[in-house]
């Protein structure tokens, strides 16, 4: 069957060829998005720009300030690098103190991004969730 592009990691597939292939514009959307947010700005070659670079804020203080800062990195990288798509909202959640026992408490600073998206012209909303 023929597909996309590569997924990402990749795997030797002999279904599709040599490595599995993306078969949706979704996936293919969905894993492009993934890869915006994940590469450092300066990481792509003859394209220093390109990227969010979520690991920059790995040992940030969690906080409105960051959050914006994450927020507004996704939404311009988005709209540079992802024109056919519709960010249309950004959610960060934390866990809760609430929720662990001691042994856990080191890792109270667990966040998750989830980007919520529509595929132009559609207006069918996916979402991807990254764990920070």
């Not at 060829?17 to 894993?31: D, N, P």
């Not at 709209?79 to 960060?92: A, E, V």
């Not at 662990?100 to 408490?105: I, K, L, R, V």
Request: no cysteine; hydrophobic share 40%.
């Amino acid at each position: 069957m023929a597909g996309i592009s590569a997924a990402l990691p990749l795997i030797v597939d002999q279904t599709d060829g040599v490595f599995r292939l993306t078969k949706t514009i979704k996936a293919a959307l969905v894993q492009d998005l993934k890869m915006i947010i994940l590469t450092n700005p300066g990481e792509k070659m003859m394209d220093p720009n390109f990227g969010v670079g979520l690991k920059r804020f790995l040992f940030e203080q969690g906080g409105p300030q960051v959050y914006g800062e994450i927020n507004s990195a996704i939404q311009q990288q988005a709209s540079r690098y992802l024109p056919q798509i519709n960010i249309l909202n950004i959610k960060f959640n934390q866990s809760s103190l609430d929720d662990m026992d001691a042994d856990e408490m080191t890792d109270s600073g667990i966040v998750s991004i989830t980007v919520e998206f529509s595929i132009k012209p559609t207006t069918k909303v996916s979402s991807l969730v990254i764990p920070i």
